[in-house]
């Protein structure tokens, strides 16, 4: 597609329920990243990939927090044990290459009851 | 980390009013960018501005990384310029965005 699509838009939870969110980045972006939106912590960086080099995940809140990036190309970001807490958007950016212009996805609104 | 600091938090504008948007930050830069996040969350690129003046349309964008600003200008505001503007950085040596917290405009018709 022409731009950063991610799934679902929306996503209600039960606590202590898995969720798995989607990105599919730009076609030949090499580099993808996640950011979460929250109304205390405005927009903060979670985790980012470039090719095949290890991830950068120094920004997961915890380790009930995991992302994958297969083939290159589509991103999951899994949430384990989901806490109330945990409720915000999550966004998805990718780039040409690393450090480049970051373009973002429309988001997952994420609601743990 | 690094630090953004956006000023001001709060702006409302009438309608055909200009306007300046202030982003510091604390350390050197690699690059800059400024969004326009939509009612739907949606965060659109406006500039991609490391240094120096870029403009597009009604909205340009100034970057003076040796003292650590940048400045978006808004002419002629619209209704359609309503909503948050972001700044965010990416510091040398990292390849992620901090961001500030952002400017809340609103232009009253």
Known sequence: GAGVSQSPSNKVTEKGKDVELRCDPISGHTALYWYRQSLGQGLEFLIYFQGNSAPDKSGLPSDRFSAERTGGSVSTLTIQRTQQEDSAVYLCASSLIAGDEQFFGPGTRLTVL | ?109
């Not at chain 2, 969004?35 to 406006?46: A, C, K």
């Open chain 2, 1 to 109: 980390g690094i630090q953004v600091e956006q000023s001001p938090p709060d702006l409302i504008l009438q309608e055909g009013a200009n306007s300046t948007l202030r982003c510091n930050f604390s350390d050197s830069v690699n690059n800059l960018q400024w969004f326009h996040q939509n009612p739907w969350g949606q965060l659109i690129n406006l500039f991609y501005i490391p240094s120096g003046t870029k403009q597009n349309g009604r909205l340009s964008a100034t970057t003076v990384a040796t003292e650590r600003y940048s400045l978006l200008y808004i002419s002629s505001s619209q209704t359609t310029d309503s909503g948050v503007y972001f700044c965010a950085v990416r510091p040398w040596g990292n390849n992620r965005l901090a961001f500030g917290k952002g400017n809340q405009v609103v232009v009253i018709p």
